[in-house]
């Protein structure tokens, strides 16, 4: 079967057998007509008979789940069969439950082939002759016999009778609901007719002359045509968070793979740094092996958690979303005004959680602090790491560029994108934020428009942050390309404005201010350093425990994240080359271990330093590099990706197993 109310009926197969019992509806607080016919034909149950059976359909539900039996008294929560949410018992137990009139509604025509199965004329001479075809008009089931005669009496020759095979068309439940009548829960006998607009309720004729006497009431038809435009407005909040949620779940996705090869990958470079110290390190490496197994293990796990959270949180907005569409073009008047409140709570509710994931992860172990120790007194950790292996490079110029790129701003994703900033307008005309994927093929271009562009991070809400010259705004734009909003900025009218962030932390800077700005993510100034050592404050970098500052006038500063200067890398004023010294510096970033890199623009390095300022050694240098470097980043994998002023973006094997 394949209609939509068959497919309705597998997915929440839980959410009934928790709901029905086995032989009717007769518990729900809203009777529909076919009822009446159940009732006549198979009695009453008592009160008695029916909570027992509907208990011990509760208690099959939690066994088939695995989860333990809840109830009104423990508040334990579970999730629901139907909308994924957590869910308590009511005090009133499997009875204080809300009803889904429009569940209710298709499972009543659904169910009724498979319940009434013979003829209805018959079984009431006592003789249980099997079922061929179906009045619409008398919502009986009759055998080919009570067919022929139904077809000659002059009162039902003109009904539509169909066989029970059609039943399982869409358009004949369609009609079969459509016949349906809701009773009033409180005037059992009367057909719902209204709609009370001060209580929000449907409500029957009874129900105007004495419960919501004098209230302000209106048709169902009128009501429910209302209703289906402001719920599909309601309804609508949800999409940016599916999309959003779906891009989350893309991350996370990528992370279980990654942490697990980076978990092999680590492994690997343990055995060559091994060997590289030989027998100094040997007993430490086994030690170290086993803290990557499981440390890998550990955030595996949680990436794990993760995953299925924003599996299921992705899964309530899609079923919030679907019942509400689907209410909206199957439910009949009275099911929309009966159950709007219910999807307009689920919305609510879901549009109030925050959906996001962490942007990076890497692997805790702290080799540097445990190995140190073991080496000879001239032998520091520094000393012995790995010169970077190159990896790939490719040219990021597009055939819309003109001449070469000048590229100052780069930022990377968890998945391996790059998103780079070509700020050349005022030297050779282009101006755009480009995305490229982790092999350097191009995914999409867009032009900035007047005003040039010149650094780019990313927001804790997996969005992109883009700063632009003599603006005092900073634009937001999507993963796709698409701006989103621009923020007003605290620093106006800033030459070469770079930042950089971390959480809901933004550092801004500019070539013409002498100050740096620590501010929230709306862009409004927490802190401003000032200081006279300040020429041109250039390029930033921040994590947890520091910020970084580069000054074009050939130094680096090192603030802690409450903005006290704690060092600084170079001379301001004097440019240099070797250990200590620098010319022109732009890019800085942070590596995991809170070692700095610094990218020598004029001097073709790329410097790596403690936090405490002093030189370690030079990661890169121009026979790596060739050209200057402009922008640095560090990508999820621990490369070094560097931006050069012919238009290459090179990457390195940097991180090794430090």
């Known amino acids: 079967m394949h209609t939509f109310y068959q497919k309705c009926i597998s997915v929440i197969a839980s959410l009934v057998n928790l709901l029905f019992a086995s032989t009717g509806l007769s518990f729900l607080s809203c009777t529909y007509q076919n009822r009446r016919e159940r009732e006549r034909r198979y009695g009453r149950e008592t009160k008695e008979v029916f909570d027992n059976r ?59 082939p498979i319940e009434d199965n013979h003829c209805t004329l018959c079984k009431e001479t006592g003789v249980n002759l099997p079922a061929t075809c179906h009045c619409i008009e008398c919502n009986d089931y009759l055998c080919n016999d009570c067919k022929v005669a139904h077809s000659k009496i002059r009162s039902s020759r003109n009904h539509k009778i169909i066989h029970l095979g059609e039943l399982s068309d869409e358009d004949i439940q369609q009609q079969l609901r459509s016949q349906q009548e809701i009773f009033c829960p409180i005037h059992k006998e009367k057909v719902i007719e209204y709609f009370c607009i001060q209580d929000q309720t449907a409500i029957c004729h009874a129900c105007t002359l004495m419960e919501h006497h004098g209230h302000k009431c209106e048709s169902l038809s009128k009501a429910a045509e209302k209703m289906k435009h402001f719920l599909q407005e309601h309804l609508s909040t949800l999409n940016p968070i599916i999309i959003r949620q779906e891009t989350n779940l893309e991350i996370l996705q990528y992370q279980e793979k990654n942490i697990k090869e980076n978990g092999v990958d680590t492994l690997d470079k343990v055995e060559k740094w091994g060997a590289e110290i030989q027998k100094k390190v040997n007993a430490e490496k086994d030690r170290i092996k086993s803290e990557i197994i499981t440390t890998t293990a550990a955030e595996s796990k949680q990436i794990l958690a993760a995953k299925d959270e924003a599996e299921r949180s992705l899964a309530t907005l899609k079923s919030t979303k679907d019942i509400g569409n689907r209410l909206i073009e199957y439910g009949n008047d009275a099911e929309v005004l009966l159950v709007h409140q219910q999807v307009m709570e689920s919305t609510k509710q879901l549009t109030a959680q925050k959906q996001s994931v962490k942007s990076t992860l890497h692997l805790g172990v702290d080799y540097e602090s445990t190995v140190n120790i073991r080496l000879t007194k001239n032998q520091t950790m520094d000393s012995l790491m790995v010169m970077p292996e190159y990896l790939m490079s490719f040219d990021a110029k597009t055939k819309m560029d003109k001449n070469h790129c000048f590229f100052t701003g780069i930022t990377c994703l968890p998945s391996g994108d790059m998103f780079i900033i070509d700020s050349s307008n005022f030297l050779h005309g282009n101006n755009n934020l480009k995305m490229f994927d982790s092999k350097g093929v191009l995914k999409w271009n867009l032009p900035m428009g007047d005003q040039v562009p010149y650094n780019v991070a990313v927001t804790a809400d997996n969005n992109l942050m883009v700063t632009k010259g003599d603006s005092s705004k900073v634009d937001i734009i999507d993963f796709r390309g698409k701006k989103v909003k621009s923020i007003a900025s605290c620093v106006s009218r800033c030459e070469s404005p770079s930042l950089a962030m971390k959480g809901d932390t933004v550092i801004l800077t500019g070539s013409n201010k002498a100050c740096v700005y620590i501010c929230n993510k709306n862009l409004q100034a927490r802190k401003i350093i000032c200081s006279q050592q300040f020429k041109s404050p250039h390029y930033a970098a921040l994590n947890h425990n520091y910020i970084i500052v580069s000054d074009y006038a050939h130094c680096v500063f090192i603030y802690s994240r409450s903005g006290d200067l704690l060092a600084t890398y170079g001379t301001p004023g004097t440019p240099g080359d070797g250990p200590g010294k620098l010319n022109r510096p732009y890019g800085v970033c942070i590596d995991k271990y809170d070692k700095i890199l610094i990218a020598d623009h004029q001097n073709k390095k790329v410097h790596l330093i403690s936090p405490r300022g002093e030189f370690v050694k030079f990661v890169l240098t121009k026979d790596e590099l060739e050209n200057c470097p402009l922008a640095l980043a560090i990508t999820p994998e621990g490369h070094l990706v560097v931006t050069m002023t012919n238009s290459l973006v090179k990457m390195f094997k940097y991180m090794a197993i430090f």
């Open 54 to 112: 509907r208990n011990n359909a509760i208690e099959q539900f939690f066994g088939t789940t695995g989860n333990p039996f809840p109830c009104s008294m423990c508040g334990n929560p579970f999730p629901c069969p139907m909308c994924k949410r957590q869910t308590k018992v009511p005090p009133g137990g499997g009875s204080g439950f809300p009803t889904n009139h429009l569940i209710v509604g298709m499972m009543d025509v659904v169910k009724s």
